[in-house]
């Protein structure tokens, strides 16, 4: 079975361009998650979605973020305009409801993103 | 809000040592999970503990739901060279789904 599949794998941009992060979740998985991780701040919850609906945006820097999941199987995590401070290893992950019982999640490969 | 403080923050060692490592928070979690990170991936769940004193093995690895639910230790046996890498806990509160992590703990095995 596929896991968690995140794209762009890489991405390097410049200052002021807009960013969009892709992620599908594991298949009849209906919890989402996106996390950014740097090495000064470690793994920081961003967003999470439960069935498509954004349940806890609390991590969400700041107004140039922002998260989709317009479906069960496809999220986006979109930057505009981003800033060099952005850069950074980005993961979603995805669990079942009983995830939010067991907790377990599954991450994605990330999308490491430069800003120039 | 919550925190975890995961300790220590790196570990050299040398092959066939025993490993631990611990996290603490100053709240209360439901369900306390162990993470590998490898270079360039992303976090593998090795543990998962439900029930505050639960004791789990993995293979090598064990880890313990802290019986107050504020900590939880995991401990790598006869560590080898590929149990190189970054170590996060995470712990999940009441109500929600919320995960939080560890702030992660390297691991250097030297053969």
Request: with cysteine.
């Amino acid at each position: 079975d596929a896991g968690v599949i995140q794209s762009p794998r890489h991405e390097v941009t410049e200052m002021g361009q807009e960013v969009t992060l892709r992620c599908k979740p594991i298949s009849g998985h209906n919890s989402l998650f996106w996390y950014r991780q740097t090495m000064m701040r470690g793994l920081e919850l961003l967003i999470y979605f439960n069935n498509n609906v954004p349940i806890d945006d609390s991590g969400m820097p700041e107004d140039r973020f922002s998260a989709k999941m317009p479906n069960a199987s496809f999220s986006t995590l979109k930057i505009q305009p981003s800033e060099p401070r952005d850069s950074a290893v980005y993961f979603c992950a995805s669990s079942t409801s009983g995830g939010a019982i067991t907790g377990e999640l599954f991450f994605g490969e990330g999308s490491r993103l430069t800003v120039l | 809000g919550q925190q975890l403080n995961q300790s220590p923050q790196s570990m050299f060692i040398q092959e066939g040592e025993d490993v631990s490592m611990n996290c603490t928070s100053s709240s209360i979690f439901n369900t306390w999970l162990w993470y590998k990170q490898d270079p360039g991936e992303g976090p593998v769940l090795l543990i998962a503990l439900y029930k505050a004193g639960e004791l789990t093995s993995n293979g090598r690895l064990t880890a313990q739901f802290g019986i107050t639910r504020k900590d939880s230790f995991l401990n790598i046996s006869a560590s080898i060279p590929s149990d190189v890498g970054i170590y996060f806990c995470a712990g999940r509160g009441t109500g929600g789904f919320k995960t939080i992590f560890g702030a992660g703990t390297r691991l250097f095995v030297k053969a």
